[in-house]
């Protein structure tokens, strides 16, 4: 039997293709994702300030790829 969860996104993306592919729709640039990267806007790479409970997993937001967490309620 599956168990309720909630699932949010994140800032996390697995890759930088991802990030650009994720914000083309908004329009972004290449060189915005960039600029949010060295700010920390965004990152890329899996979340490391996971709690108990919690597990990163990558969901296709079409476009592009971004990290959500995962935690049974």
Same mark, same amino acid.
């Given at each position: ?28 640039? @290449? ?18 300030? @996971? ?23």
């Amino acid at each position: 039997m599956n168990k309720p969860y909630m699932r949010r996104g994140t800032a996390h993306f697995p890759s930088f293709m991802d990030a650009v592919r994720y914000y083309s729709v908004n329009p972004y640039t @290449l060189e915005h994702v960039r600029c949010m990267i060295a700010d920390g806007t965004i990152s890329i790479g899996q979340p490391t300030n @996971l709690q108990p409970g919690e597990r990163a997993v990558i969901v296709n937001e079409k476009p592009g790829r971004r990290y959500h967490i995962v935690e049974e309620i």
